[in-house]
């Protein structure tokens, strides 16, 4: 009787622990909530590809992945909750998708030693890796995007004496390229307007009045869900050129400008990264993904900007985990071992042709002291007859002489709030 | 007229607008709540679930497809067809009677002489299961929301050229109106006119007051307490229909339709919960004084030379400071009905 009861208690336990075999990727997504439509295509881009990579390539290295998804809603306490629930599987990388998230995050995976990923959002400081030393955010920041739509604007023409607005989200993600804009103003001699929105910005009436008195030259849009939306609708209301109106790339996707129809024809967004799906990688998706009837979604959001996103954080996780791989001379690796992998990143024109995605994203690596990439910076635009996104400049680089110092201050006085020795 | 005076002249109309579309939302409460005592938290998530099945009927989309599909293995999506807006419309309106029905016979039925805290509650529990039966009966995307009457004849959006141009003559400044706006404005009108007549001169509008003022009294002489309440529900449901259609307008149909119940608070504190012309004041007051206030205080010629400095996104929170600055005169709102209670 002992002895079974041993038997049984031993099979408990080894059902119980997490399947080592596996490559664990951690998918805190939110296909609930008021930002669902934005949630629900970067998830499926994401669980697509490491789809993608089981059913052609037999996993990473020959080891099968996994994805496991746990729904936030965008709620900053449930995607604690959700970290908590999910560390233990044996996880190797986090993408929160939420700044708020990542916030409360950094300090949890650095004492846990579980790599975080942060592209294109979080803390824009997070790229000097020499002191956040388990958060990621490359390939370009918060911080990149402002100095690439003034770059992007001095290449139209003079921009000295001229005003340009901030439609910002009134929340930290929504200030954080202030500070940069400042900067910026001052050593371009351009006129900086600020125009708070407050969540869920659903009634925008007074910011576009405003802009509709003051007149800027340009507006640049930090928003998030309804709020991109409404800002849009209320542009071409107010018949402010939409050449002359740009989005960060949380506000460039078909959901943002689909609802205003015709009339945001012309509105521009920043990107990191390629749009459309004339791809290689996505032929192979539909065939082994979708046609296969294992698509994480219904198969219709391929190609869409979220999706794409989506899709571009999985192939990098996945190309640092075959980094780690080959680093380390193991196939099942661990999250210290995953970090090491993201640290080395290296992404090249030649290995981004062979993963199917030619020109989809920038080349550039990540080093110890470098968390961030090189934060190029290209520009979309919204064509309304066709449906479409389409990249109108290259990957561009920022401007790192006013970054650079931002970053550097931003993480020292992180450094020193938590007795943190900076080095690499 | 000065520049800032001109520019105020703007803001106040434009605030007139705004409290119009809020007066939307807040009339959907009153109606519930003077009819049931029910303070229907639901209401908001009833505006999105009405725009929802607006657009999902006229574009004939297949109800529930993505559940559908997940069990059966096929990939239906769409009927194949269109459905004209007006058709739609009505369509949308059996719907939503239809959910009043079942709100009625699966919740409240069962919690009659329950305390208020517990309607409310339940209310509670319908918006979050109303929520997701939306989002599984039509999707999550955002949907883009055409209402056309005829050929050429949709909502209209922009700015009213007679008005900018009206202005621009007499001013110097051209005045932006939205047209969608002066629309809603319009609609509103006739609605709480159509609501107005509805309960002052029919029998059903009658009995609903009846019940407003006392139900077991109401019960005593015949009025169908489940009937009556079917029929508030029925036309809480419409008006949320309404406001769904106008504010799904600007922003496409999405699930942060549900947040402009948000809105719609601040009024009913103001208004009262009981008043449907406190809803529609409550809801200009509101309008007009968030849109001033911004203006004032992000105005550099103004707050910035009074007080040294200026202040952005003031209307969220501007809108209780102005509804409990009421409060302290009026407890009960506007034209809410004073409550008295005798030890």
């Known amino acids: ?424 | 007229m000065s520049d800032q005076l001109i520019y105020a002249s703007e803001v106040f109309l434009n605030g007139l607008m705004a409290g119009v579309l809020y007066a939307l939302v807040a009339l959907g409460f009153v109606l519930i709540f003077k009819a049931s005592g029910i303070f229907n938290f639901a209401q908001g998530v009833m505006a999105l679930f009405a725009a929802m099945t607006l657009v999902g009927i006229q574009s004939g989309q297949v109800p529930f497809a993505h559940l559908i599909n997940a069990i059966f293995g096929t990939k239906i999506h769409h009927f194949g067809w269109e459905v004209h807006s007006i058709i739609a419309i009505i369509l949308t309106v059996l719907v939503m009677i239809l959910l009043a029905w079942m709100v009625q016979r699966f919740i409240f039925k069962h919690l009659v002489g329950q305390e208020p805290i517990i309607l409310f509650m339940a209310t509670i529990g319908l918006a979050y299961l109303l929520e997701g039966v939306a989002d599984l009966m039509w999707g999550s995307e955002i949907k883009k929301l055409d209402v056309c009457l005829a050929e050429g004849a949709c909502l209209p959006q922009g700015i009213n050229v007679a008005i900018d141009e009206a202005t621009y003559n007499l001013f110097g400044y051209g005045f932006f109106i939205d047209n969608l706006d002066i629309t809603a404005t319009i609609i509103a009108i006739l609605l709480v006119t159509a609501l107005v007549i509805f309960s002052q001169y029919t029998k059903q509008g009658r009995a609903m007051r009846a019940v407003a003022d006392d139900h077991q009294a109401a019960l005593s002489v015949g009025v169908s307490l489940n009937y009556i309440w079917i029929l508030v529900w029925s036309v809480a449901g419409f008006v949320a229909l309404v406001a769904g259609i106008m504010w799904g307008a600007k922003s496409g149909v999405q699930f942060s339709l549900s947040l402009i119940a948000l809105k719609a608070l601040p009024v009913l504190m103001l208004g009262g919960f009981t008043s449907i012309p406190g809803a529609i004041v409550g809801g200009l007051i509101i309008g007009v004084g968030e849109k001033l206030f911004e203006f004032f205080m992000s105005s550099g010629d103004l707050a910035g030379a009074l007080f040294g400095f200026t202040m952005n996104a003031t209307e969220n929170w501007f809108a209780y400071v102005l509804a409990l600055i009421f409060l302290v005169f009026r407890p009960q709102g506007l034209f809410g009905e004073k409550i008295i209670e005798r030890v």
């Open chain 1, 1 to 424: 009787m002992k002895y079974k009861l041993g038997t049984y208690a031993v099979a408990a336990v080894m059902a119980a622990s997490p399947v080592m075999a596996d490559l664990v990727f951690p998918s805190l997504s939110y296909r609930t909530g008021p930002y669902a439509a934005g949630g629900i295509p970067f998830a499926d881009g994401y669980a697509d590809y490491f789809t993608l990579l089981n059913e052609r390539d037999g996993g990473i290295g020959g080891v099968e992945t996994r994805v496991l998804e746990c729904e936030t809603g965008y709620n900053t306490e449930k995607g604690v909750e959700c970290y908590e629930a999910t560390k233990g599987e044996g996880s190797l990388v986090y993408q929160p998708l939420s700044t708020g998230i990542t916030y409360q995050l950094i300090p949890k995976t650095t004492a846990d030693g579980i790599p975080m990923h942060t592209m294109g959002y979080g803390r824009t400081s997070a790229a000097n890796g020499q002191v956040f030393s388990h958060t990621f955010n490359y390939p370009a920041n918060y911080w990149n995007g402002a100095s690439g739509a003034i770059n992007y604007l001095m290449s139209q023409g003079d921009i000295a004496g001229k005003k340009i607005a901030l439609v910002y989200h009134n929340s930290a993600y929504g200030k954080e390229p202030i500070r940069t804009l400042e900067e910026l103003s001052e050593k371009h001699g351009f006129e900086l307007m600020l125009v708070a929105v407050d969540h869920p910005g659903q009634e925008q009436k007074s910011q576009w009045l405003q802009i509709r008195r003051e007149r800027p030259d340009n507006v640049i849009m930090y928003g998030w869900g309804v709020m991109n939306q409404v800002a849009i609708q209320e542009a071409a209301n107010i018949r402010y050129p939409m050449e002359n109106f740009i989005g960060i790339w949380w506000s460039g996707s078909e959901n943002d400008v689909l609802p205003a129809g015709d009339a945001a024809n012309g509105y521009k967004a920043l990107t990191f990264h390629g749009v459309g799906s004339d791809f290689p990688v996505f032929d192979d998706i539909q065939k082994y993904v979708v046609d296969a009837g294992k698509a994480a979604g219904a198969g219709d959001q391929i190609g869409t900007v979220l999706y794409n996103r989506g899709l571009y954080a999985a192939m990098l996780a996945a190309e640092a985990a075959k980094t780690a791989q080959e680093i380390h001379s193991t196939a099942e690796i661990t999250p210290a071992m995953m970090r090491d992998g993201m640290e080395a990143l290296e992404i090249t024109e030649a290995k981004m042709a062979e993963l199917g995605l030619p020109g989809f994203g920038p080349s550039f690596s990540v080093s110890c002291e470098n968390h961030g990439g090189p934060g190029l910076i290209g520009m979309t635009q919204w064509d309304a007859s066709a449906g479409t996104w389409s990249l109108i400049s290259d990957f561009a680089e920022t401007d790192m002489e006013v970054i650079q110092p931002l970053i550097d201050a931003d993480s020292a006085s992180y450094a020193s709030e938590n007795n943190i020795e900076a080095g690499c």
